[in-house]
C-alpha cells in the first residue's frame, strides 16, 4: 500500500470530513447515555504541516490553512466548533503547525461515559497514533485490519455507536463496494449505529452506479453530503469530498447544508464547485411527513 495520509492532512477534504464528524460527536452527546466511537482506517492522528512528509502542508493550504488564515469569521458554529479543536490540539502541544486526525478529534471528544476503538494497518502510522493518543484513557488503539475487526466489537454493549469509515481508495470502485458491504454488516449487528463513510469525487463513471447501488440495498435513512472544489469530472486529481451518513440525527441535513455552503465559500475561491446534502434514502416518517 502506498497511501499516506500525511500527504492530505488538512486539505480541503479533511476539513469536511472533520467538521462533520465533530457535529456527529456533538449530535451523539446530546443524550447522555455513552456510545463507542469506532474508526476503522485511523491514520497516524496528528500531522505536522511544516514538515517534509506533508509537503509542508502543500494540500492544506486550501484547506485548514485557508480557514485560519481568512479574515472573516466563521458563521456556523460547526466550524467554529472544529476550528476550536485544532486551535486546542496547537495550543496543548505548543506548536502552530500541528493538524489532528480523526482519531484525535474524536478522543478529545469523548466524555467518561463513552469510549472508543481505532485501528490502523501500517506499522509505522500505528505507532504515531499510539503517541498521538498518548494522554487519552478512552480511546483504544490496535494495529489491525478495522474491517476485519469491526466484527469482534459489534454490537456493542452500549447499543449507540458512531461508526467512521476512511478508506484510502488505491482501487475505488472495491473499496467503494467493500465500504458498501461492511456497512451493511455493521447494521445487520447494530441497527441504530450511526455511520459516516468518506468516499471521493473524482471519477462520475464510479460514483454514480456506486451511489445507485446504496440506493437500492439501503433501508436505513441515508444522506449523502457533497463539497466540492473543481469541476466534479476533472481529471486532475480529488475534485471533491463525499460523505455517505447512515442514520443521521434529527435535521442534520439542514445544519449540514448550511456549513458545507460556508466551507465552500471559504475554500472554493474561483469559483468551480458547489455542495449540495441529499437523501438517497429517507425512512418512512420522513417521507410520510414531506408527502
Ligand atoms: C484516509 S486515511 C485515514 C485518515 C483519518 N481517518 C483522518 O481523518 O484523520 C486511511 C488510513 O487507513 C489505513 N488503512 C488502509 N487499509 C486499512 C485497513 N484495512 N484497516 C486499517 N487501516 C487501514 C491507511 O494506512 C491510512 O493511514
Known amino acids: 500500500m502506498k497511501y499516506r495520509h500525511s500527504f492530505h492532512a488538512g486539505n480541503f477534504a479533511d476539513v469536511h470530513k472533520h467538521v462533520t464528524l ?15 466511537y469506532l474508526d476503522t482506517h485511523a491514520g497516524a492522528g496528528r500531522y505536522d504541516l511544516s514538515a517534509p512528509e506533508t509537503h509542508r502542508g502543500a494540500e492544506a493550504r ?22 476550536a479543536a485544532v486551535a486546542a490540539l496547537r495550543g496543548e502541544i505548543g506548536d502552530a503547525h500541528l493538524y489532528p486526525g480523526s482519531p484525535w478529534l474524536a478522543a ?3 466524555r467518561p461515559q463513552d469510549r472508543g476503538i481505532c485501528w490502523e494497518i501500517l506499522p509505522a502510522e500505528c505507532r504515531a497514533l499510539e503517541r498521538a493518543l498518548g494522554g487519552f484513557r478512552r480511546m483504544r488503539v490496535e494495529c489491525a485490519d478495522g474491517t476485519d475487526q469491526l466484527r469482534a466489537v459489534l454490537p456493542s454493549r452500549e447499543r449507540r455507536c458512531l461508526l467512521l469509515i476512511d478508506p484510502p481508495y488505491e482501487n475505488p470502485a472495491a473499496e467503494l463496494d467493500l465500504a458498501t ?12 449505529c450511526v455511520v459516516m463513510l468518506w468516499y471521493p469525487i ?9 451511489l445507485a447501488r446504496v440506493e437500492r440495498a439501503f433501508s436505513a435513512p441515508t444522506l449523502s453530503l457533497e463539497l466540492w472544489i473543481y469541476p466534479r469530472d476533472s481529471r486532475v486529481g480529488l475534485n471533491g469530498s463525499g460523505l ?8 442534520f441535513e439542514q445544519r449540514a447544508a448550511l456549513w458545507q455552503q460556508e466551507l465552500h465559500a471559504l475554500l472554493d475561491k474561483v ?21
Not at 458491504?181 to 441504530?192: D, E, G, P, V
Not at 455517505?244 to 435535521?251: A, D
Open 202 to 210: 473524482k471519477d462520475e463513471r464510479t460514483l454514480a452506479p456506486w
Open 244 to 251: 455517505l451518513l447512515v442514520n443521521p440525527p434529527h435535521q
Open 108 to 110: 478529545h471528544m469523548l
Open 62 to 83: 486550501h484547506g485548514i490553512t485557508a480557514l485560519t488564515g481568512s479574515s472573516s469569521v466563521a458563521d456556523c458554529a460547526e466550524i467554529n466548533d472544529y476550528l
Open 181 to 192: 458491504q461492511t456497512i451493511l454488516t455493521s447494521l445487520q449487528r447494530l441497527a441504530n
Open 22 to 36: 465533530l457535529a456527529l460527536l456533538r449530535a451523539m452527546q446530546r443524550k447522555d447515555k455513552g456510545f463507542l
Open 271 to 291: 469559483p468551480h464547485g458547489g455542495s449540495t446534502a441529499q437523501w438517497l434514502v429517507r425512512d418512512a416518517d420522513v417521507d410520510h411527513a414531506s408527502a
